[in-house]
Antibody, heavy 119, light 107 residues
């Protein structure tokens, strides 16, 4: 059974940093592209970042470029999102999601971890 | 950025009724569109991909259609568990975007 379990969320002050993790199991993690998607308090889904299977290629939404870094450890079956210079508008539930091998859509999602940026 | 606009914002229907949800893209995305269902406190669940293909385990009361800029998700007969939030998502380029969602609520 495919499982994605996020962790690392919490309350952080503006300008602070946080690292999210996503532990994967039930599939060959190293073979899949992975994404981070966030859901705002207004329930909007916003794509954040993507990494390919061997970490040679990444993409970022303009809103996080230069502040967030996506990475992965295929030996540990874990995806990461390092977030710096956090802003109030980064407050959201962060989901990791697996890119389907059949296309650019997401066939499995984690349950999410809440990040709150507030003083 | 490709903007996806979903309508209506809220759909109030009774169990057993037909639901029709719309998603319009700001430019052509061919058939690179997916639909997701989300219930409170849960992650989104893939329903439809490539505009019209049902994902594994999705009941056949759900169907998708469209190409280019206009897409439809249809639920032919609402079951109690189908009342939820629905999102469309495009993957035509490397800046994936979602629609703002349609809430299907019990009338």
């Amino acid at each position: 059974e495919v499982q994605l379990v996020e962790s690392g969320g919490g309350l952080v002050q503006p300008g602070g940093s946080l690292r999210l993790s996503c532990a994967a199991s039930g599939f060959s993690f190293s073979s899949y592209w992975m994404h981070w998607v966030r859901q705002t308090p207004e329930k909007r889904l916003v794509w954040v970042s993507r990494i390919n299977s061997d970490e040679s290629s990444t993409n970022y939404a303009d809103s996080v470029k230069g502040r967030f870094t996506i990475s992965r450890d295929n030996a540990k079956n874990t995806l990461y999102l390092q977030m710096h210079s956090l802003r109030a508008e980064d407050t959201a539930v962060y989901f990791c999601a697996r890119r389907s091998p059949d296309g650019g859509f997401f066939d499995y999602w984690g349950q999410g971890t809440l990040v709150t940026v507030s003083s | 950025e490709i903007v996806l606009t979903q309508s209506p914002g809220t759909l109030s229907l009774s169990p057993g009724e037909r639901a029709t949800l719309s998603c319009r893209a700001s430019q052509s995305i061919s058939s690179k569109l997916a639909w997701y269902q989300q219930k409170p406190g849960q992650a989104p669940r893939l329903l439809i991909y490539d505009a019209s293909n049902r994902a594994t385990g999705i009941p056949d009361r759900f169907s998708g259609s469209g190409s280019g800029t206009d897409f439809i998700l249809t639920n032919s007969r609402l079951e109690p568990e189908d009342f939820a939030l629905y999102f469309c998502q495009q993957y035509a380029n490397s800046q994936w975007t979602f629609g703002q969602g349609t809430k299907v609520e019990i009338k």
